[in-house]
């Protein structure tokens, strides 16, 4: 074999090391994190405050991070924008110790019945099942939905948390990262239970709260 035969067979691999070139990335999952609640209830402005506290931080391409308050036409209006994923944070009452952050998955199943479009347009509140209904209502659809929520201290009339609620901020902000992370993985999971162990010193430590 002459050097320029050579040159040639060597030069043939060429073409299959093109066809393994990385294949590009895949379209990102649209995920629409909504901070719902009443600033004007005390804890009931838990969701409000926690993507405040997102709001200047990263996340993938496709995730918007937005306060919607007490605004449920304008929270239906933007699911009808489509999305795969809406992550709920909101003040909840199970039961448990005031300043608990759960991940709660809503089943696809659930039938949230009512007039959605009617009580979505209620100004004094937020309700996510009514918003969800409206959404159904209007043709739209989202294909998940997750609540991040913390267990209610108190829910009358004062602006500002209570110490235990405000102090659960922070691991409510964690774990909305961490369901994004997840989303993002393609894991069908979600965080458990995340518990606050010290939310009445993290809460002083950082701002002052209600007592």
Same mark, same amino acid.
């Given at each position: 074999m002459n050097p320029t035969d050579e040159a040639t067979s060597r030069a043939r691999p060429a073409p299959e090391a093109t066809s393994r070139a990385r294949p590009a990335p895949e379209a990102t999952s649209r995920v629409l994190v909504a901070g719902v609640g009443n600033i004007f209830l005390s804890d009931d402005g838990f969701g409000v405050e926690v993507?405040?506290?997102?709001?200047?931080?990263?996340?993938?391409a496709g995730v918007k991070v937005a306060d919607f308050g007490i605004r449920g036409v304008h929270l239906a209006y933007e699911l009808l924008e489509g999305y795969d994923t809406l992550v709920l944070v909101d003040a909840v009452s199970r039961g448990d110790t005031p300043g608990t952050v759960s991940v709660?998955?809503?089943?696809?199943?659930?039938?949230?019945?009512?007039?959605? #479009? /009617? @009580?979505?347009? =209620?100004?004094? $509140?937020?309700?996510?099942?009514? #918003? /969800? @209904?409206?959404? =159904?209502?209007? $043709?739209?659809?989202?294909?998940? #939905? /997750?609540?991040v929520?913390?267990?209610? $201290?108190?829910?009358?009339?004062?602006?500002?948390?209570?110490?235990?609620v405000a102090g659960a901020v922070p691991s409510a902000a964690m774990a909305v990262h961490e369901v994004i992370a997840?989303?993002?993985?393609?894991?069908?999971?979600?965080?458990?239970?995340?518990?606050?162990?010290?939310?009445?010193?993290?809460?002083?430590?950082?701002?002052?709260?209600l007592q």
């Open positions: 993507v405040g506290r997102l709001a200047g931080e990263s996340f993938p709660i998955e809503h089943s696809p199943g659930d039938s949230f019945g009512g007039d959605g #479009v /009617l @009580a979505a347009m =209620d100004a004094h $509140g937020m309700d996510p099942a009514a #918003v /969800l @209904a409206m959404v =159904d209502d209007m $043709g739209g659809h989202v294909g998940r #939905v /997750l609540v929520g913390c267990e209610v $201290g108190r829910v009358d009339e004062g602006i500002g948390l209570s110490c235990e997840s989303i993002a993985a393609g894991r069908p999971g979600v965080a458990a239970d995340v518990q606050n162990d010290n939310a009445p010193s993290a809460a002083r430590d950082e701002k002052e709260c």
